[in-house]
């Protein structure tokens, strides 16, 4: 059988390109809506560092190189001034997004459900970083961070792939990363608390700073029901029926706020931050907040 010819391979691998892109609009272009709408108003992650570009000047300090004086600027005025330039080396942050049955949950078929919510969120986040020059990866995918468009478009497909639509743990699973990188973490957080914690601790014992959000269903923040209800699992629990909802409301309140208090003190402990999202609100508001995060981390 005569090999294949180079049009041949060229048109298998164009039709294999537009059956994977055929899978990534929907959700890329989402992701690009939502991160341009937060984009609006926010500056860049400028940071201080080797680049050229020139950033800012401010006064000099004990300990700067006096290289950095800008003899110019100082002679303009009493003060000596220093010349800051950005950084010109990307930094790499890792993100992760839950891919546990129970994040197929939602309350309304007119809500996402929390994996919908958490790869959007994901997703916008990438969007904001590649702007931004950064570095991007997707943890325990297997695939080395990159920047730019090519980046972002990979991240996408490993996103969307059949093959890997659900992982039965809740948590990352841990894996060397750069000292010094980024991670965050989208997903329910519903785990046990020294399961997360042993998972945050493998990261920071590296250096690595982070960012929790956790991904909730408004009716898992609430509990609505009412009377008897069957309560039915995503990863193999047994049905629970419950005569009165309303009689245990308040107890399974607390243990949700205990839950929240636990992750929210890991965070402050591990100098990391934590935020929660619900589904029925708008994902600018957590896109935005876990922006600012990064941008913090950057300074």
Known sequence: MAAPTLGANTLRAQQRAEGLAATLPPLLVAAERVAATVAQGVHGRRRVGLGETFWQFRRYQPGDSPQMIDWRQSGKTQPVFVRENEWEAAQTVWLWRDRSPSMDYR?????????????????????????GGERIGLLNSGVRPDHGKFALNRMAGLMTDPRAAHDPDGLPKPEP???????????????????????????????????MLQVLDPAEETLPYDGRVEFEGFEGEEELLVPRVEAIRQTYLERLRTQQDGLAALARAAGWTFAVHRTDRPPQSALLGLWGALAREAV
Do not use: F, W
């Not at 459900?113 to 590649?130: M, S």
């Open 107 to 131: 309350s309304d078929k007119e809500l996402p459900t929390k994996r919908e919510r958490a790869d959007l969120l994901t997703l916008a986040a990438a969007v904001l970083l590649v702007r």
């Open 177 to 211: 990363l750069p000292r010094h990188a980024q991670v965050v973490l989208i997903g329910d957080l519903l785990s046990p608390l020294p399961d997360i914690h042993a998972t945050v601790s493998a990261l920071t014992g590296r250096g690595v700073r982070g960012h």
